[in-house]
């Protein structure tokens, strides 16, 4: 515990601003309905109100409080990005060492699949996978960690080569150990810091992606709040001079650059530590 | 003796030298309070093991000093000019032309993308010594000096169509190119086999001697020096710990930091009786061929080994002495022959071998760093083959790694929670005989063990793998190059050239009489303390061409 605040205490600027960053919005996503003055979609006032102590930041295109729909926008993008990318990176580095410690047929195999899925472009994939089978927010997780999965295996498969190489990996084969034992305990604490490093920068990779399915309609579905959604309902603002609808999108930013000052500094720390 | 110099022939002076190196908590001494003193056309040998400032003090008699590290204190002058004050222009200007240095890996000093001559030529036509073609003319004189084959097409090849010990040549013609008044040599030979090594070192002590350089000879290996230096200064973390004539040091060291070096290479085992042949051996091959895709590296390999005994494999680089192991391991199928566990064959495949047979053969690692995992703290390391093997848990576990690192030396309070980071080479691989004695096996490979660790800690290693053999009875297999190792913990001894057996039998009866030409020559090629030995050699080696 003691070296787990000493680690805490020698960040950088950076890092701490991030974390609080992240934590503020965290706690936000957790506790939107105390945060929020009204309703996630309750119409509360006419179209486009001006910033007032009743509407802090105004109302929307349909007159619904835009701080409340924010924080409601939290809950929804943030914990869809996070599943999302959970599901991806889950599956893709366990496929990926699998890969890479199997070798031969099944690393063939789950390779060309994973070409297959790079070679299509990834927003087109997506757009044609919702229309398939439908735009909810299952389909959307589902096709969202389906594109990641790619990136991921490739990345997790590479790191997990170089490693398979070693001679204490030969040594675990030759005890004996079968292959979740070599994947979990072998292989895997040792490519772990350029995974979470990785699923930083996925993260908000799916984060974006996620709104931009939205804002072209394909993603979250009106009436729920969402940064992307918002912040396209609300872009006929922009032309009036009027900051509102960047809000969602400076929410946006703020967040991803909070993780990858995160994501750095773990980064060093774990590289510090190999020497 | 050297009062009877003249004064000028000081060629290079280090007064009080020290260097510092950019560690975590600010400074550290490298090298601390040198003085050194070389004459024109000497040679001086460096001694010393990993880490005593060998390298970074020849580096900095050519006024460099690698990044991360300042010259603290001190003064380098190289025939009046100070080093260390005289700007960066003027070193530039030394260097190449009149300070030279070669490597200790030419392949990977050499550029791979340029023909050697190319790059042998590069220096005296920048410098303005010589014009491209003179300095071609004088390329292939310098390889026909250093009795390279072919030495006026050899130049016009690349460097990966040349073999590792005519490179080493060819990096030494090139350090001649200029003509230079010094040469560092930063162990040239460390990467070579002994049998080549006997040719390269003959060959930079001959161009040394025809052009009168004084060099500086850096190494690990005491005997190597004898034949090159007319003096030897050894070093200790950065400390000089004596100096003096090649004949008094080898004869009387004073210290007893120098003296023990010395007796690491005079550790021999006792004799034993040959094995009663009518025992079932621990391991035994018959007839064994493999081979990697088409390439045959196995031919017909047979040989025994039994309870309590150590068998050496020796052999050059290529010679298929670790895919014997790789071949016991299970790694590599044998095309044909099998081998036997206490007379039941071994599966070919170790994924279709038993729990069991897989218990009793175990490998310890040539290089501790990869054998390790770095993410595993040494009581997962230890306790895994325990747990997987043996069954036991909890309490009973812990106890037998506590057991296992009292056996190995290490004290269990204070390593059994680290991890392999915070550990030395030696205490490495001592953790990984940990890990092979975990499973208490019957019989155990041991690959090229010693080779990447230090003198003194090899000696260390050794001594252990000794105790540990006669407490268990194993039966280990010694795959090396290195004859003097073989002679310090060796029964028996397979000679092995091209993927064959040459000669195999008790160790003592075949270095001292060896019947077969290749056993002769490899016992020949191993250095001695003896300053005259590498003249007797190659007389030796005159007279039976004639």
């Known amino acids: ?275 | 003796m050297e009062g009877s110099r003249k004064a000028d022939s000081l060629l290079l002076t280090i007064r009080d030298l020290s260097i510092e190196g950019r560690s975590a908590n600010g400074w550290t001494r490298l090298v601390d309070g040198i003085d050194l003193d070389l004459h024109r056309g000497q040679v001086l040998g460096l001694i010393g093991e990993s880490g005593a400032g060998k390298s970074t003090l020849g580096l900095t008699s050519m006024g460099y000093t690698r990044d991360g590290c300042r010259i603290a204190s001190g003064s380098v002058r190289f025939d009046g000019i100070d080093l260390v004050a005289c700007g960066e222009r003027v070193r530039q200007d030394l260097r190449g032309k009149r300070i030279a240095y070669v490597a200790q890996s030419a392949a990977a000093s050499f550029n791979p993308a340029y023909r050697l001559i190319r790059q042998h030529c590069e220096v005296p036509v920048v410098k303005k010594v010589m014009t491209p073609d003179q300095a071609q003319a004088d390329a292939i004189d310098l390889y026909t000096k250093m009795r390279l084959p072919v030495p006026n097409e050899i130049g016009f090849r690349y460097p990966h169509q040349v073999s590792g010990g005519q490179l080493q040549r060819a990096m030494t013609a090139m350090a001649m190119a200029c003509r230079p008044d010094l040469i560092i040599f930063d162990e040239p030979t460390t990467a070579l086999d002994v049998t080549t090594q006997v040719e390269v070192l003959a060959a930079i002590r001959n161009i040394v001697e025809q052009f009168g350089t004084a060099a500086i000879y850096i190494s690990h290996d005491l005997a190597v020096v004898a034949q090159m230096a007319d003096r030897i200064m050894v070093l200790k973390n950065g400390h000089m710990v004596e100096q003096a004539e090649t004949r008094t040091m080898l004869a009387a060291p004073r210290e007893n930091y120098t003296k023990s070096l010395w007796a690491v290479r005079s550790l021999a085992r006792e004799a034993q009786a040959p094995a009663e042949p009518s025992a079932t051996p621990v391991i035994s091959l018959t007839g064994v061929d493999a081979a990697y895709g088409s390439a045959r590296v196995l031919h017909d390999v047979s040989f025994d080994i039994h309870r309590g005994r150590t068998v050496a494999v020796v052999g050059e680089s290529g010679s298929g002495k670790s895919t014997v192991a790789r071949v016991i391991s299970g790694l590599l199928k044998p095309s044909r022959g099998e081998i036997r566990f206490e007379g039941h064959t071994l599966k070919a495949d170790y994924l279709a071998r038993g729990r069991d047979d897989l218990r009793h053969v175990q490998m310890i690692y040539q290089m501790p760093d990869t054998a390790l995992n770095p993410r595993q703290t040494i009581r997962d390391i230890i306790g895994r083959p325990i747990e997987f093997y043996l069954g036991l848990k909890g309490r009973a576990k812990e106890e037998r790694i506590c057991a296992l690192l009292d056996q190995i030396e290490l004290d269990p309070k204070i390593y059994i929670d680290r991890r392999p980071t915070e550990l030395s080479g030696g205490q490495k691989q001592r953790i990984g005989i940990a890990r092979a004695l975990a499973a208490e096996p019957k019989f155990i490979i041991c690959d090229e063990v010693t080779s990447a660790l230090d003198q003194l800690v090899a000696a260390g290693i050794l001594k252990l793998l000794e105790r540990i053999q006669k407490d268990f009875e194993l039966a280990l297999m010694f795959i090396t190059h290195d004859l003097a190792t073989v002679k310090a913990i060796a029964d028996d001894v397979v000679v092995m050239q091209h993927g064959r057996i040459v000669e195999k039998g008790l160790v003592e009866p075949i270095f001292s009489n060896p019947t077969d030409a290749y056993t002769k020559r490899l016992l020949q090629s191993v250095p001695e303390m003896d300053p005259e030995w590498l003249d007797r050699l190659f007389a030796g080696r005159r007279e039976g061409d004639r």
């Open chain 1, 1 to 275: 515990m003691k070296d787990f605040l000493q680690t805490f205490k020698s960040a950088p600027p950076t890092a701490w601003f991030g974390m609080v960053v992240i934590a503020v919005i965290a706690l936000t996503a957790v506790f939107a309905p105390l945060i929020a003055p009204y309703g996630e979609t309750q119409i509360v006032g006419g179209q486009y109100e001006p910033w007032s102590d009743a509407f802090l930041l105004g109302t929307d295109n349909l007159g619904r409080d835009m701080f409340s729909r924010l924080v409601y926008g939290t809950r929804n993008t943030v914990g869809l990005a996070l599943l999302a990318t959970a599901i991806a990176f889950g599956a893709g580095s366990v496929l990926g060492i699998v890969a890479a410690v199997m070798g031969g047929f099944v690393d063939r195999f789950l390779s060309r699949i994973i070409d297959v899925i790079m070679a299509i472009p990834s927003l087109i994939l997506a757009l044609m996978l919702l229309t398939i089978v439908g735009a909810s927010v299952a389909s959307m997780i589902f096709v969202i960690a389906l594109i990641y999965v790619a990136p991921v295996f490739r990345l997790a498969r590479a790191s997990a080569q170089s490693v398979v190489a070693m001679d204490y990996i030969e040594a675990a084969r030759l005890r004996g150990e079968g292959l979740g034992w070599l994947v979990v305990k072998e292989v895997l604490p040792n490519i772990a810091s350029t995974l979470v490093a990785e699923f930083g920068l996925r993260f908000c990779f799916v984060f974006l992606f996620i709104a931009a399915l939205s804002f072209l309609g394909l993603g979250i579905q009106p009436p729920t709040a969402d940064w992307g959604s918002m912040l396209k309902e609300n872009a006929t603002l922009i032309s009036f001079g009027d900051i509102t609808p960047l809000l969602p999108a400076a929410a946006i930013a703020l967040l991803t650059v909070s993780v990858n000052f995160v994501v750095d500094w773990m980064l060093h720390r774990s590289s510090g530590l190999k020497d």
